[in-house]
Nanobody
Framework: QEQLVESGGGLVQAGGSLRLSCAAARNTFGITAMGWYRQTPGNSRELVATISADGSTKYADSVKGRFTISREVTRTTVYLQMNNLKPEDTAVYYC???????????WGQGTQVTVSS
């Protein structure tokens, strides 16, 4: 059973928008910060955006002003609103749940985002 379940990926033209969602399963616990990473073939996973328990956010320079991360009050669901998408945003996007008090963090299974030019 996946601890983090993502949805919302797909194919969009350049300049378009997508909204990714990530919900923590009921058996998860200890999540502090949540966020999104992305990965393209042959490259390591890179940070896109994170949001901490107090609501503070951090973004990769490449997405600032275009992407917005938000989190529900329950802090178990996180969203990534992606506007003005570019072909270089094409990647598999992974949801991340940080667990500071535990040895392992949570990851989602990944959702493909493809931006055509």
């Amino acid at each position: 059973q996946e601890q983090l379940v993502e949805s919302g990926g797909g194919l969009v033209q350049a300049g378009g928008s997508l909204r990714l969602s990530c919900a923590a399963a009921r058996n998860t616990f200890g999540i502090t910060a949540m966020g999104w990473y992305r990965q393209t073939p042959g490259n390591s996973r890179e940070l896109v955006a994170t949001i901490s328990a107090d609501g503070s956010t951090k973004y990769a320079d490449s997405v600032k002003g275009r992407f917005t991360i938000s989190r529900e009050v329950t802090r178990t669901t996180v969203y990534l609103q992606m506007n003005n998408l570019k072909p270089e945003d094409t990647a598999v996007y992974y949801c991340y749940g940080q667990r500071l008090a535990y040895a392992t963090d949570y990851w989602g299974q990944g959702t493909q985002v493809t931006v055509s030019s």
